[in-house]
């Protein structure tokens, strides 16, 4: 989808998801000492600023402008300081080694273009970050509730895997999210990649003594 199919549904309403962050994010993130975090498509910021609150210093990225103004509303808000940046994730290159947090959640891209963004996510890792992907199963179109339709720009947890060469896999499979509808509930069937680089690589790079 493009950047002005997101500015205009961000415009459409005053909130297109929750304030509260995903359920996920939540729940994978809880046991993870505070330090650096990345939040890839940020969208309306609300897992950024759920993470500002809990003591990490956050970087959000979205190609929305919309997205982004109402991201620093919610921000300024609940008194919480993120750093924001416009920019296409196709084109955007974080610092290597940075951060102790990425988040790769919701982010349906072709498969080329998501082994890129992934791939840069990977490298955004500092020695023993956790780098987590959530996002719409490919069975999801079928057996689960909402989300893309196109199988080209879902994943499985395997496809994620396998484009995650030189981290240690820590949980990948298919999870459930029970979703509340205003009309009905349903599950929807997501995806789950958690992942962390080593302290030490083999080549020997690793956090200084």
């Known amino acids: 989808m493009t950047r002005d199919h997101w500015d205009r549904r961000y415009a459409g309403s005053d909130r297109v998801w929750s304030a509260e962050p995903n359920v996920f994010v939540a729940g994978e993130a809880a046991d993870l000492p505070a330090g650096r975090a990345l939040d890839l ?90 780098l987590l992907v959530v996002g719409h199963d490919l069975t999801n179109v079928q057996h689960g509730w909402g989300g893309p339709q196109d199988p080209a720009v879902l994943f499985t947890p395997d496809d994620v895997v396998a484009e995650l060469p030189g981290l240690e896999i820590e949980r990948a499979e298919r999870v459930i999210r029970h979703v509340v509808t205003d009309d009905d509930e349903a599950d929807a069937i997501d995806a789950l990649v958690r992942a962390r680089r080593p302290e030490r690589s083999a080549s020997g790079y690793g956090r200084p003594p």
């Open 41 to 130: 498509a940020t969208g309306e910021g609300r897992n950024a600023v759920w993470l500002a609150e809990r003591g990490w210093r956050v970087t959000a990225v979205d190609f929305s402008e919309v997205g982004l103004a109402k991201a620093r509303r919610e921000a300024d808000g609940r008194g919480v300081a993120v750093d924001w940046i416009h920019a296409d994730l196709l084109e955007y290159e974080p610092p290597a080694r940075a951060f102790e947090l990425v988040l790769y959640v919701y982010l349906h891209l072709p498969a080329e273009e998501r082994r890129a963004v992934l791939r840069r996510a990977a490298d955004a890792l500092a020695p023993g970050g956790t």
